[in-house]
């Protein structure tokens, strides 16, 4: 039924007798480990998904710097499209659009409205004054009559 008992004397002797022995406790522990920890990460993969997630930070974080970057910009356009606007609405030259003060339209509105009293064009045009007597005829008029005795001129 049984072999009989045999005395081990060397080191190799044992190695080779439980040698099969080894194995199978071998086999049966990395199954159970593995089945214990089977769906879990291993630290190789945690360490490529934390370098990934990482990399992915990087990238949303420069794409909320481009966001906010291109938002600014565009609110910048939108105020100097609405400063230009109500320049022009204003009467004021393109140059003075740009320093209208204020932080909605109904200020740009008042600061243009102050401003375009200075840029106000005159109604009425002033005439140079002459250097000569108020009645005296200009060097046109003493011409024309010159050429023309037949009428009466001063």
Do not use: C
């Not at 194995?23 to 214990?36: A, H, I, L, Q």
């Not at 600014?72 to 230009?84: D, L, P």
């Not at 250097?131 to 009428?151: Q, R």
């Amino acid at each position: 039924m049984s072999e009989e008992f045999k005395v081990i004397e060397t080191q190799e002797a044992f190695d080779a007798a439980i040698k099969a022995r080894l194995e199978r406790n071998t086999k049966s522990v990395t199954e159970e480990v593995t089945k214990k920890f089977e769906g879990w990460l291993s630290p190789e993969e945690a360490k490529k998904s934390a370098d990934h997630i990482a990399s992915l930070t990087k990238e949303i974080e420069a794409g909320k710097a481009t966001i906010a970057d291109l938002t600014a910009k565009n609110t910048a356009y939108e105020i100097s499209s609405v400063k230009m606007k109500i320049a022009r609405e204003f009467g004021l030259p393109d140059e003075m659009a740009e320093r209208l003060a204020g932080s909605s339209e109904e200020e740009f509105k008042k600061d243009a409205e102050n401003l375009s009293k200075l840029f106000a064009k005159p109604t009425h045009q002033p005439q140079p004054k002459s250097t000569e007597d108020p009645g005296a005829m200009s060097g046109v008029e003493k011409a024309f009559y010159k050429k023309n005795p037949e009428l009466k001129g001063k």
